[in-house]
């Protein structure tokens, strides 16, 4: 069962037609271990949503292939590809186009365990387990998504993509849409819960805080190109592609920008 | 409770529109219950009688009592109204679902079927299948579903468009979820508000149809009463009595003139809920 | 423009062919029926027919011959303009649909001139005068037309013209006075829509940015409702009026009827009853045909009348 590479996409390419044909991913190569947290990163507009739509079979992949455990997908959404899926689940960056504002956040959580056949008093408690998990109170569980907010609906998201244990996790940009404060908080709570349940991790982000805290691998993505694939720790010391040094200087900027700021608060307290 | 009052007193007509479709309601339930005599017996020594207090309205042709007969109507011309828009409702939004969530072939086939369907005048459509089937209850019902799903299908389709392009059904699919389960869960909610305000209207044309189909011989048969069976029963001695020419037509506008307007208060109201968002 | 316009005919065709499809498949709902009817025509009621009467009939009308076969045959002899003949008293359908649509047409223009003369003024002066109580009069009248069925009004309007007053015949045909209550009749209803739109387009023609600044350019009230206003509010509504006749057709059937007036929709109820198979064909098909091609004539109107899209186009 144990395959040494989770996912091996061979130059994975995608054209769309509509509006002049255009390139949006072009000869993407990369090998994923499993249990890998992959972060893609990049300029915005370069590709990494199409990339990580593309294999999860989001959006249909022009050329190329992906191996799946050993198996290859030759077109998209065949047998292979579906296998693929039932594995993966996935958070999209905003909660609020995300979650279905019809349903509880309870029955949004419960949805992959329904559709996976677990039975009501195991569901039951695995919602409220990941729930607390991922700090939601009890009383927001039976609120609709326009009744809490953004921060509770993308926690509950996240814990909706966990619940079923899922062995792929895909993670769209899952913080930009919350604001600073609370993307720190859920940022950690996603770092913990994902270091427990252990799955293989391909995470879009331009946040290189979480990058550093969750990622073992970074790729850089620019302008439908893999431009750099290294460690975590290597590629912040040294990053090679120019994307990925311009990226990993703007960080220090901010983080130095950041620090003198709270040191600044704290002198004046 | 309250707030309804509160409602009625702001909009005293659209209040009335939407007690009086729910007293035709009522009234399709026992309206038949309800009639002082026998709407279908004949008698034939009161032929043709004056209002009376033993016939408040008098008596038709063969002697049958006519506002038992307007009253007992109710049945079949609101009553089996009701029966239409549902059929018509769930067999429209179902091709509607398979259109709008079928994907680009599906979609293409079943809208080009319906655009077929729209092409024949809804009436001359009813009155065809329904004259060559026969005028019973279950005939009109097909006859008039005929020609009365596609508007669900086309709203339907329209708004599954783009809330099974959205990210909670491709999460729901990710997830394994079935498309039967996706439908009720994703699909069908947010079609709700508009189906209902569709529905209430297409009772009022429901009405209007069943009665035209009466009136024209090719609904309800003698005896069971329907008001526009009954008014084309009277067209034969227009000139001797008159007001039973007159007479089945009011609750028969009524009816209709309820329908619609608690159809457009409804309408009013999701578009208040919905508005700002 | 060519390439809109010819993806709509290629459209329009389409949803002809599939109408007549379904028209064939109407008939063919009930075959023993149909099967029936001829030898009912040809022999009268009262003959008891053994099977190998009724098993020539069969092979005679080519009903034996498979579903598609006997389409495509009755396709070809529609192309070729001949629709069979009546199974009442053997005339060819198409010259009994010519004679009647004549009388249908009449009737038809009476109507329309009866919409134009009521809509016309009602709805402009409704929405030009909005929020008055003329207005509220107005969109009550309306409302309670759309909910009455026309041929309960062609009563009413019998029992008030013609047996109260006696100033009008309420049937046959004959002078122009025939034609008064039935064209009031379909008029009035055709009248409501067009004057609720015409209203409502007219508030908003006048509610529209370019009028206030044709008031700031000095313009008298009296040209900007006129140069403005009415023409911005008679776009819709051409296109609208052209569907009212679509509408007027399907409203002639019940009129017809409560008249006695020998047009179309008259034909149609006679058809029906008599389930004299070929005529009914024959009409259902050309209300479907009137009604797409209306459509489809519509759909070409709205695009060439529409700046945006003409400037989409060019």
Redesign the interface.
Same mark, same amino acid.
């Given at each position: 069962m144990a395959h040494a590479h989770e996912i091996v996409l061979d130059r994975l390419s995608v054209r769309v037609t509509t509006g002049g044909p255009r390139t949006i991913l072009a000869d993407a190569s990369l090998t994923v271990a499993p249990r890998d947290v992959v972060a893609i990163i990049g300029p915005s507009g370069g590709g990494k949503s199409t990339l990580l739509k593309a294999i999860?079979g +989001?959006v249909p992949f022009t050329s190329g292939g992906i191996t799946f455990r050993g198996t290859a997908v030759t077109r998209p959404l065949d047998r292979t590809h579906r296998r693929l899926?039932?594995a993966? !689940?996935?958070v999209?960056q905003n909660p609020v186009?995300? +979650?279905? #504002? *019809?349903?509880t956040l309870r029955?949004t959580m419960a !949805?992959?365990l329904?559709?996976?056949g677990m039975k009501r008093p195991a569901r039951h408690h695995r919602v409220e387990t990941m729930a607390a998990r991922m700090g939601l109170a009890a009383d927001v569980l039976d609120r609709r998504p326009r009744a809490v907010s953004v921060g509770q609906a993308q926690r509950a998201a996240i814990a909706?993509a966990l619940a079923?244990g899922p062995s792929l996790l895909f993670l769209d940009e899952p913080l930009s849409a919350l604001d600073a404060v609370v993307a720190h908080n859920v940022s950690d709570l996603l770092a913990e819960t994902i270091r427990e349940v252990r799955p293989t991790v391909l995470m879009v982000s331009h946040d290189l805080r979480t990058v550093r805290q969750m990622a073992n691998r970074v790729i850089v993505v620019e302008a439908g190109q893999i431009v750099e694939d290294a460690p975590t720790t290597r590629f912040m010391e040294a990053p090679v592609s120019e994307a990925g040094r311009a990226l990993v200087a703007s960080d220090r900027n901010r983080r130095a920008v950041f620090e003198a700021a709270s040191t600044a608060l704290e002198d004046a307290s | 409770m309250r707030a309804a009052l509160l409602a009625a007193r702001r909009d005293p007509m659209r209040a009335a529109a939407i007690a009086g479709a729910v007293l035709f309601l009522v009234l399709a339930v026992i309206g038949p219950w309800i009639a002082p005599q026998s709407p279908i017996v004949p008698n034939p020594s009161e032929r043709l009688a004056a209002p009376s207090l033993a016939h408040p309205m008098g008596t038709d042709h063969l002697g049958r009592d006519v506002l038992s007969r307007i009253l007992a109507a109710t049945r079949l011309s609101v009553g089996l109204a009701v029966v239409v828009v549902i059929v018509s409702a769930v067999v429209g939004t179902v091709i509607g679902l398979l259109a709008g969530a079928g994907g680009r072939f599906a979609d293409a086939l079943i809208m080009r079927v319906t655009d077929t369907f729209f092409a024949f005048p809804e009436m001359v459509a009813a009155l065809a299948v329904a004259g060559i089937l026969g005028g019973g209850g279950i005939e009109i019902v097909f006859a008039l579903a005929v020609v009365g799903w596609m508007r669900y299908a086309r709203l339907v389709r329209g708004l599954t468009l783009a809330t099974a392009a959205? !990210? #909670?059904v491709?999460?729901?699919? +990710?997830?394994?979820?079935?498309p039967l389960?996706i439908a009720r869960? *994703?699909l069908l909610? #947010?079609l709700l508000p508009a189906l209902t305000v569709l529905m209430t209207a297409h009772v009022a044309r429901a009405i209007l149809a069943i009665s035209g189909l009466g009136f024209l011989g090719f609904g309800a048969q003698p005896p069971t009463p329907e008001w526009g069976t009954m008014l084309n029963e009277a067209r034969a001695y227009i000139l001797s009595m008159p007001s039973h020419a007159v007479l089945p037509g009011i609750p028969l506008v009524l009816a209709a003139l309820s329908f619609n307007l608690a159809g457009d208060a409804l309408r009013d109201r999701i578009a208040a809920t919905d508005g700002p968002r | 423009m060519t390439r809109f316009g010819l993806n709509r005919l290629f459209g329009a065709v389409l949803v002809m062919l599939g109408a007549s499809l379904l028209t064939f498949l109407l008939m063919d709902l009930a075959p023993g029926d149909a099967l029936l009817a001829i030898a009912k025509a040809r022999f009268g009621d009262t003959v008891s027919l053994d099977q190998s009467a009724l098993d020539a009939i069969r092979a005679e009308a080519g009903l034996d011959r498979p579903f598609l076969t006997r389409y495509a045959a009755w396709l070809i002899n529609l192309v070729q303009l001949d629709l069979g003949n009546s199974l009442i008293d053997g005339r060819p359908v198409l010259d009994i649909i010519a004679e009647r649509f004549q009388r249908t047409a009449e009737l038809a223009l009476g109507a329309i001139a009866v919409a134009a003369l009521l809509s016309v003024p009602l709805g402009l002066m409704a929405g030009l005068f909005h929020g008055t109580w003329f207005d509220s009069l107005c969109v009550s009248l309306a409302t309670l037309g759309s909910a009455m069925p026309n041929y309960w009004l062609g009563i009413l309007f019998i029992l008030f013209f013609s047996v109260w007053l006696g100033v009008l015949p309420a049937f046959g045909r004959g002078d122009l006075d025939h034609l008064v209550l039935p064209a009031l009749t379909l008029g009035t209803g055709v009248a409501v829509t067009t004057a609720r739109l015409l209203r409502s387009a007219t508030i908003e023609a006048m509610a529209a940015s370019h009028i206030d600044a044709a008031r700031g350019r000095g313009l008298s009230e009296a040209r900007i409702v006129g140069r403005h206003a009415v023409r911005n509010a008679l776009v819709p509504v051409v296109t609208v009026f052209a569907l009212e006749i679509a509408f007027l057709l399907e409203g002639a059937v019940a009129v017809e009827y409560v008249f006695g007036w020998h047009g179309l929709g008259l034909l149609f109820v006679e058809a029906v009853d008599a389930r004299d198979y070929p005529v009914i064909q024959a009409v259902v098909l050309v209300f479907a045909m009137l009604f797409v091609a209306i459509n489809l004539w519509v759909d070409l109107l709205t695009f060439w009348l529409d700046p945006r899209t003409r400037a989409g186009a060019a």
């Amino acid at each position: 069962m144990a395959h040494a590479h989770e996912i091996v996409l061979d130059r994975l390419s995608v054209r769309v037609t509509t509006g002049g044909p255009r390139t949006i991913l072009a000869d993407a190569s990369l090998t994923v271990a499993p249990r890998d947290v992959v972060a893609i990163i990049g300029p915005s507009g370069g590709g990494k949503s199409t990339l990580l739509k593309a294999i999860l079979g +989001l959006v249909p992949f022009t050329s190329g292939g992906i191996t799946f455990r050993g198996t290859a997908v030759t077109r998209p959404l065949d047998r292979t590809h579906r296998r693929l899926r039932a594995a993966a !689940e996935a958070v999209f960056q905003n909660p609020v186009a995300a +979650l279905n #504002p *019809h349903r509880t956040l309870r029955h949004t959580m419960a !949805e992959p365990l329904v559709a996976a056949g677990m039975k009501r008093p195991a569901r039951h408690h695995r919602v409220e387990t990941m729930a607390a998990r991922m700090g939601l109170a009890a009383d927001v569980l039976d609120r609709r998504p326009r009744a809490v907010s953004v921060g509770q609906a993308q926690r509950a998201a996240i814990a909706r993509a966990l619940a079923p244990g899922p062995s792929l996790l895909f993670l769209d940009e899952p913080l930009s849409a919350l604001d600073a404060v609370v993307a720190h908080n859920v940022s950690d709570l996603l770092a913990e819960t994902i270091r427990e349940v252990r799955p293989t991790v391909l995470m879009v982000s331009h946040d290189l805080r979480t990058v550093r805290q969750m990622a073992n691998r970074v790729i850089v993505v620019e302008a439908g190109q893999i431009v750099e694939d290294a460690p975590t720790t290597r590629f912040m010391e040294a990053p090679v592609s120019e994307a990925g040094r311009a990226l990993v200087a703007s960080d220090r900027n901010r983080r130095a920008v950041f620090e003198a700021a709270s040191t600044a608060l704290e002198d004046a307290s | 409770m309250r707030a309804a009052l509160l409602a009625a007193r702001r909009d005293p007509m659209r209040a009335a529109a939407i007690a009086g479709a729910v007293l035709f309601l009522v009234l399709a339930v026992i309206g038949p219950w309800i009639a002082p005599q026998s709407p279908i017996v004949p008698n034939p020594s009161e032929r043709l009688a004056a209002p009376s207090l033993a016939h408040p309205m008098g008596t038709d042709h063969l002697g049958r009592d006519v506002l038992s007969r307007i009253l007992a109507a109710t049945r079949l011309s609101v009553g089996l109204a009701v029966v239409v828009v549902i059929v018509s409702a769930v067999v429209g939004t179902v091709i509607g679902l398979l259109a709008g969530a079928g994907g680009r072939f599906a979609d293409a086939l079943i809208m080009r079927v319906t655009d077929t369907f729209f092409a024949f005048p809804e009436m001359v459509a009813a009155l065809a299948v329904a004259g060559i089937l026969g005028g019973g209850g279950i005939e009109i019902v097909f006859a008039l579903a005929v020609v009365g799903w596609m508007r669900y299908a086309r709203l339907v389709r329209g708004l599954t468009l783009a809330t099974a392009a959205g !990210e #909670p059904v491709a999460l729901a699919k +990710l997830s394994g979820v079935g498309p039967l389960a996706i439908a009720r869960h *994703h699909l069908l909610p #947010p079609l709700l508000p508009a189906l209902t305000v569709l529905m209430t209207a297409h009772v009022a044309r429901a009405i209007l149809a069943i009665s035209g189909l009466g009136f024209l011989g090719f609904g309800a048969q003698p005896p069971t009463p329907e008001w526009g069976t009954m008014l084309n029963e009277a067209r034969a001695y227009i000139l001797s009595m008159p007001s039973h020419a007159v007479l089945p037509g009011i609750p028969l506008v009524l009816a209709a003139l309820s329908f619609n307007l608690a159809g457009d208060a409804l309408r009013d109201r999701i578009a208040a809920t919905d508005g700002p968002r | 423009m060519t390439r809109f316009g010819l993806n709509r005919l290629f459209g329009a065709v389409l949803v002809m062919l599939g109408a007549s499809l379904l028209t064939f498949l109407l008939m063919d709902l009930a075959p023993g029926d149909a099967l029936l009817a001829i030898a009912k025509a040809r022999f009268g009621d009262t003959v008891s027919l053994d099977q190998s009467a009724l098993d020539a009939i069969r092979a005679e009308a080519g009903l034996d011959r498979p579903f598609l076969t006997r389409y495509a045959a009755w396709l070809i002899n529609l192309v070729q303009l001949d629709l069979g003949n009546s199974l009442i008293d053997g005339r060819p359908v198409l010259d009994i649909i010519a004679e009647r649509f004549q009388r249908t047409a009449e009737l038809a223009l009476g109507a329309i001139a009866v919409a134009a003369l009521l809509s016309v003024p009602l709805g402009l002066m409704a929405g030009l005068f909005h929020g008055t109580w003329f207005d509220s009069l107005c969109v009550s009248l309306a409302t309670l037309g759309s909910a009455m069925p026309n041929y309960w009004l062609g009563i009413l309007f019998i029992l008030f013209f013609s047996v109260w007053l006696g100033v009008l015949p309420a049937f046959g045909r004959g002078d122009l006075d025939h034609l008064v209550l039935p064209a009031l009749t379909l008029g009035t209803g055709v009248a409501v829509t067009t004057a609720r739109l015409l209203r409502s387009a007219t508030i908003e023609a006048m509610a529209a940015s370019h009028i206030d600044a044709a008031r700031g350019r000095g313009l008298s009230e009296a040209r900007i409702v006129g140069r403005h206003a009415v023409r911005n509010a008679l776009v819709p509504v051409v296109t609208v009026f052209a569907l009212e006749i679509a509408f007027l057709l399907e409203g002639a059937v019940a009129v017809e009827y409560v008249f006695g007036w020998h047009g179309l929709g008259l034909l149609f109820v006679e058809a029906v009853d008599a389930r004299d198979y070929p005529v009914i064909q024959a009409v259902v098909l050309v209300f479907a045909m009137l009604f797409v091609a209306i459509n489809l004539w519509v759909d070409l109107l709205t695009f060439w009348l529409d700046p945006r899209t003409r400037a989409g186009a060019a």
